[in-house]
């Protein structure tokens, strides 16, 4: 007889849910180390559950980056059989081992129903900072582009150098090709991608890592259902050790060793969105660091010096909205004369004006114009942030324009007591 599955959370699941949801949040923003021995373990048993027995050693990078590099120096992919793209290689069989294995056992107890319920509420809570792990990961891989170490922090080279130090037992010139003598694979230097076919490698290589912090979503949507799920479903406690493993920032297994990335020592948030308005959002021991307004990864003049020639310039949209945002919406407007064609009382937001500008078509590469409007709602501080929305370039008044905003009339948006 088939048991009848599970199709809603009781009292102490809900409550427990929350809880475990802000604990998680906590846990995945910290910058403090985690327990390292713990993770050793759960990584090495995730190994051998994917296959990968026999000698192993971990070695710990400072950044992604760090990672990156390292492992484009040091691994031949022609030679060690777990440098495989996608799904058959060892992070792929890793993730695969567990974290389709455990939907099929949850598929088991739970209806669909509260499993995609409670996976939405655990995305939805964690989900906007670590969704911007696939930006991190992006920043890696524009950087392997570059190819040469040069243009990275000196403690990027550093730690890519001492890896393959560590494997080589002395300092290895670019050219020369290596054998490492290390036990089960072969190793070999190499110049750092010095051709568009290399880049490219070099670029998909590093997509096979396992996400670690930034796949924090996911590991506190499992651990939720395997610690507070009903007696009987103790099979799926096994997937903490995934979990545990994932405690690092990003970390790349291979068949004899594992290269793990330090968590960052900066990890600044807004809104459970990466930001920081007047430095790095995320920053690692090596010096490597990364730029967020709001979510958005951004250079970063974006943050420390905003000005009207270098927007202008930009030729990424969403870039040039941050940095205007960062300057100030006022200051930009001022600074870079724009035509001011109407000014209005807002009739949704007492108090507060509306103005409406002319943009050069040289500035946003199409004709707009572009609608200064304050926020209805105050901001944590109980200051009301000043927006700007582009707006057609046919729109005549400012009050046009904010009715267009809400898909309104004009008429009916002046009607309006006050709009949020």
Same mark, same amino acid.
Request: hydrophobic share 40%.
């Given at each position: 007889?088939?048991?009848?599955?599970?199709?809603?959370?009781?009292?102490?699941?809900?409550?427990?849910?929350?809880?475990?949801?802000?604990?998680?949040?906590?846990?995945?923003?910290?910058?403090?180390?985690?327990?390292?021995?713990? +993770?050793?373990?759960?990584?090495?048993?995730?190994?051998?559950? @994917?296959?990968?027995?026999? &000698?192993?050693?971990?070695?710990?990078?400072?950044?992604? /980056?760090?990672?990156?590099?390292?492992?484009?120096?040091?691994?031949?992919? #022609?030679?060690? *059989?777990?440098?495989?793209?996608?799904?058959?290689?060892? !992070?792929?069989?890793?993730?695969?081992?567990?974290?389709?294995?455990?939907?099929?056992?949850? !598929?088991? +107890?739970?209806?669909?129903?509260?499993?995609?319920?409670?996976?939405?509420?655990?995305? @939805? !809570?964690?989900?906007?900072?670590?969704?911007?792990?696939?930006?991190?990961? %992006?920043?890696?891989?524009?950087?392997?582009?570059?190819? *040469?170490?040069?243009?990275?922090?000196?403690?990027? $080279?550093?730690?890519?150098?001492?890896?393959? $130090?560590?494997?080589?037992? $002395? *300092?290895?010139?670019?050219?020369?090709? +290596?054998?490492?003598?290390?036990?089960?694979?072969?190793?070999?230097?190499?110049?750092?991608?010095?051709?568009?076919?290399?880049?490219?490698?070099?670029?998909?290589?590093?997509? &096979?890592?396992?996400?670690?912090?930034?796949?924090?979503? &996911? #590991?506190?949507?499992?651990?939720?259902?395997?610690?507070?799920?009903? @007696?009987?479903?103790?099979?799926?406690?096994?997937?903490?050790?995934?979990?545990?493993?994932?405690?690092?920032?990003?970390?790349?297994?291979?068949?004899?060793?594992?290269?793990?990335?330090?968590?960052?020592?900066?990890?600044?948030?807004?809104?459970?969105?990466?930001?920081?308005?007047?430095?790095?959002?995320?920053?690692?021991?090596?010096?490597?660091?990364?730029?967020?307004?709001?979510?958005?990864?951004? *250079?970063?003049?974006?943050?420390?010096?905003?000005?009207?020639? @270098?927007?202008? +310039?930009?030729?990424?949209?969403?870039?040039?909205?941050?940095?205007?945002?960062?300057?100030?919406?006022?200051?930009?407007?001022?600074?870079?004369?724009?035509?001011?064609?109407?000014?209005?009382? %807002?009739?949704?937001?007492?108090?507060?004006? /509306?103005?409406?500008?002319?943009?050069?078509?040289?500035? &946003?590469?199409?004709?707009?114009?572009?609608?200064?409007?304050?926020?209805?709602?105050?901001?944590?501080?109980?200051?009301?942030?000043?927006?700007?929305?582009?707006?057609?370039?046919?729109?005549?008044?400012?009050?046009?324009?904010?009715?267009?905003?809400?898909?309104?009339?004009?008429?009916?948006?002046?009607?309006?007591?006050?709009?949020?």
């Amino acid at each position: 007889m088939v048991a009848e599955l599970i199709g809603e959370l009781d009292g102490g699941q809900e409550q427990a849910l929350r809880s475990h949801m802000r604990g998680w949040l906590q846990r995945a923003l910290s910058t403090a180390a985690p327990d390292w021995n713990a +993770v050793e373990t759960a990584i090495a048993n995730c190994t051998s559950r @994917a296959g990968a027995g026999g &000698w192993r050693e971990v070695v710990y990078v400072p950044s992604p /980056l760090s990672l990156a590099r390292a492992m484009c120096l040091l691994v031949d992919p #022609s030679v060690d *059989p777990s440098s495989v793209g996608g799904r058959d290689s060892l !992070a792929g069989r890793i993730r695969r081992d567990y974290q389709e294995q455990f939907e099929r056992e949850l !598929a088991r +107890v739970y209806d669909r129903q509260v499993r995609e319920r409670v996976r939405a509420e655990v995305f @939805a !809570a964690l989900g906007a900072p670590f969704r911007d792990g696939e930006q991190v990961a %992006d920043a890696v891989a524009e950087a392997l582009s570059g190819g *040469p170490l040069s243009g990275d922090p000196d403690g990027v $080279q550093q730690a890519a150098w001492s890896v393959v $130090q560590h494997f080589a037992y $002395q *300092p290895m010139p670019w050219e020369q090709e +290596v054998d490492y003598g290390v036990p089960t694979s072969r190793y070999r230097t190499r110049l750092p991608l010095p051709n568009g076919r290399q880049r490219d490698a070099g670029r998909q290589e590093w997509r &096979w890592w396992l996400g670690g912090l930034w796949e924090a979503a &996911w #590991s506190a949507y499992a651990t939720f259902f395997a610690g507070y799920g009903p @007696a009987g479903i103790s099979r799926l406690a096994w997937v903490e050790e995934f979990c545990t493993a994932q405690s690092a920032d990003f970390w790349l297994p291979y068949h004899d060793f594992t290269l793990i990335s330090q968590r960052p020592v900066v990890l600044g948030t807004d809104n459970d969105q990466l930001h920081c308005a007047d430095g790095p959002a995320v920053a690692w021991p090596d010096g490597w660091e990364l730029y967020f307004w709001h979510g958005t990864r951004v *250079p970063g003049w974006v943050i420390h010096a905003p000005t009207v020639k @270098a927007i202008n +310039v930009e030729p990424n949209v969403e870039i040039r909205r941050c940095a205007i945002e960062s300057m100030g919406w006022e200051t930009y407007l001022d600074q870079a004369r724009l035509s001011l064609v109407d000014t209005s009382d %807002d009739p949704g937001n007492p108090g507060c004006q /509306l103005l409406l500008y002319d943009v050069p078509e040289h500035v &946003w590469g199409e004709p707009v114009r572009v609608l200064l409007a304050t926020n209805g709602s105050p901001e944590r501080d109980g200051t009301r942030r000043r927006y700007a929305l582009p707006v057609p370039a046919d729109m005549d008044t400012a009050l046009h324009a904010a009715a267009w905003t809400y898909g309104l009339t004009s008429d009916r948006y002046a009607a309006l007591v006050r709009r949020t």
